[in-house]
């Protein structure tokens, strides 16, 4: 039977709190998708300058977060100080670009602005996991949510006619701000994480682990597939309804993606109550199974009419973020508990280095064998990630997830 322990007082106020103030924080992220478009107008973007700012937030994420968790800094320096500063330096590096002129020093500026927010996302996912020990799955799932319909929000944007890209970049700085504030403000939860000393081999120690390791194992064939899903879905769809003659594919390809991006919200919710309830192992064997068939079924359904594309590509992307909470929750239940925020950060660093891979490896894909083999390709991470977690559910550190139910 699994144990029970008693509810704080006051975790679903900081839940909300935390969570609002993290979309808020994110947001430089999120509006690259928003401005990219007149960018490419303004400063005259190749393709390769293009993609080349979208990946650089990407790859500073990255590397921000390689240096925090070799710095250990998610469990030396409290969470609040570590988003307030994150937000703070992501919304100066996002408003950077209203003088950067040009690609070159954009795409530094995106780079800073990514490696900014690796102190912001990883800090907050330890802070929440320090209010909730039962139902930690549904509430990392509501904040992951959170971020999910945060990044569907620029293709909304897009389909209904955004407003100037100078007026998108002050207004997400100053709601990055915004929102670090606020994160300064919740007060820390009481089941607290020990302090710990420095040691920069402790990422590699702990996600070398057997459990965190194939639970690290699940979460890169998750992030195989998921970021590139969401970077090519628009293009994808663009191309459906310019074969059927849509009157103007771009619109309705930009509201299509922010439907199918934005369902996912719901996913992750039903995701972190399912792996509360069912086990973790359980739930993530599930949704990668069904996002993998999604991608499969895309892959021989590619040129079938856009209602029927949609309706497979709503059902993936609901299942394609449905477990992705459910990967950190299990590594801050099974790793040493002085270096949860070192594990958590290490883990997200290599995720976001796989998913730069994967999105630079799609258009190749499609210009060799079409959107058909791009698919299959990608479901090869979710098939492969269901491996690990069934795995991982057959060794004993499977008693110590989701309250001993795996």
Same mark, same amino acid.
């Given at each position: ?35 990219? *478009?007149?960018? &490419? ?39 609040? %100080? ?39 996302? *990883? ?6 996991? +320090? ?34 890209? $100078? ?22 939860? *009481?089941? %607290?994480? *020990? ?7 402790? +990422? ?37 309804? %310019? ?7 771009? $619109? ?43 991608? =499969? ?52 660093? =290599? ?27 990608? +479901? ?13 559910? &057959? ?12």
């Amino acid at each position: 039977m699994a144990p029970s322990f008693p509810e704080a007082a006051g975790r679903w106020s900081a839940l909300g709190a935390l969570a609002f103030a993290v979309v808020l924080a994110m947001a430089p992220w999120f509006s690259a998708a928003a401005v990219l *478009p007149q960018l &490419r107008g303004v400063w005259t973007l190749t393709d390769a300058a293009a993609s080349g700012l979208t990946l650089a937030v990407q790859l500073g994420f990255v590397a921000g977060a390689v240096l925090s968790a070799a710095l250990n800094l998610a469990d030396r320096v409290p969470p609040r %100080r570590l988003i307030l500063a994150g937000a703070l330096l992501a919304a100066g590096a996002n408003l950077g670009l209203l003088w950067a002129g040009g690609p070159g020093p954009a795409a530094g500026l995106r780079g800073l602005t990514g490696a900014a927010l690796a102190l912001v996302y *990883p800090p907050a996912l330890k802070a929440m996991s +320090a209010w909730f020990r039962s139902g930690r799955g549904t509430a990392l799932g509501v904040m992951v949510g959170a971020l999910t319909l945060g990044s569907a929000l620029p293709h909304l944007v897009n389909g209904l006619g955004g407003a100037d890209w $100078r007026s998108v970049i002050l207004i997400t700085s100053g709601l990055a701000a915004l929102g670090g504030l606020i994160a300064s403000r919740v007060e820390d939860g *009481p089941h %607290r994480f *020990p302090a710990a000393p420095f040691r920069p081999g402790q +990422a590699w120690q702990v996600l070398t682990g057997q459990g965190a390791g194939l639970a690290t194992l699940g979460y890169l064939g998750h992030m195989w597939e998921l970021y590139a899903m969401w970077a090519w879905f628009a293009a994808f769809f663009s191309e459906v309804l %310019r074969t059927a003659g849509a009157a103007d594919p771009a $619109r309705g390809a930009a509201l299509a993606t922010f439907a199918v991006v934005g369902v996912g919200a719901v996913g992750c919710w039903v995701g972190g109550l399912l792996g509360d309830r069912w086990g973790r192992t359980q739930l993530t064997t599930l949704a990668m199974g069904l996002s993998g068939a999604c991608a =499969l079924a895309l892959a021989g359904l590619a040129d079938a009419a856009p209602g029927v594309v949609l309706a497979l590509s709503l059902l993936w992307g609901f299942w394609i973020i449905a477990d992705s909470a459910q990967f950190s929750t299990i590594v801050s239940e099974i790793a040493d508990p002085a270096y949860i925020g070192t594990a958590l950060t290490a883990q997200l660093a =290599l995720g976001f280095t796989l998913t730069a891979a994967s999105i630079a490896l799609v258009p190749v894909l499609v210009r060799v064998g079409g959107w058909p083999l791009a698919f299959v390709v990608l +479901a090869a991470g979710p098939l492969l990630g269901t491996v690990a977690m069934r795995r991982l559910a &057959r060794t004993p550190e499977a008693a110590r997830i989701a309250g001993g139910r795996g």
